[in-house]
């Protein structure tokens, strides 16, 4: 196994109910993290981890968007010796999203999440591996400037996924 990894991963989720109105939701998420290792066996690796999620849902003439992208140190255990199963966990201690409906204005919101994510992946050559995972995604929102003002706020996010993910061994 490698000193460092570069890891990618992408989820999308859509429906559409045609009823009256059509009314249809979206989902995508992605995450990007480099880490180093931490121990001579490469078990442990740390690093930064960035990732994001976006979020649309119309009914009829109404639509409800939110977004979020998060930033923060990240931690995983290969769990086995040839780096094919991983946990890793990252902590969003910079999460900062937007949530709007149509007519209302924007709302900026800031606040921390996690992320944690348990993969498989095979190895297609000696340094790249392409996978699924199973993801946690949660975050909370305790600050909100709308039009310039700023106010506490009371938001949660949380969702759990499956997503394809891909690492390059440096």
């Known amino acids: 196994m490698a000193d460092m990894q570069f890891d990618l991963g992408f989820a999308y989720s859509g429906d559409t109910l045609h009823k009256t109105t059509d009314n249809s939701n979206a989902s995508t998420f992605y995450n990007a ?3 180093f290792n931490l121990d001579n066996r490469k078990t442990w690796n740390v690093g930064w981890a ?3 999620i976006s979020q649309t849902s119309v009914q009829g003439s109404t639509t409800i968007a939110y977004s979020s992208m998060d930033m923060g140190p990240a931690v995983r255990w ?3 010796r040839s780096g094919m199963f991983s946990m890793t966990l990252a902590y969003g201690y910079l999460a ?5 409906i149509t ?5 900026k919101w800031e606040g921390t999440s996690y992320f944690a994510q348990l993969a498989a992946q ?3 050559g000696e340094k790249f591996y392409m996978g699924a995972s199973l993801n946690y995604y949660g975050a909370s929102y305790s600050q909100k400037t709308v039009s310039n003002v700023e106010s506490s706020n009371d938001a949660t996010k ?3 996924f499956p997503m394809f993910s891909m690492t390059w061994k440096l």
């Open 33 to 35: 993290d480099v880490l």
């Open 50 to 52: 960035v990732y994001g």
């Open 78 to 80: 290969n769990i086995d």
């Open 96 to 100: 900062r999203g937007t949530y709007g």
């Open 103 to 107: 007519g209302g204005t924007d709302e």
């Open 122 to 124: 095979i190895p297609l």
């Open 158 to 160: 949380s969702w759990v």
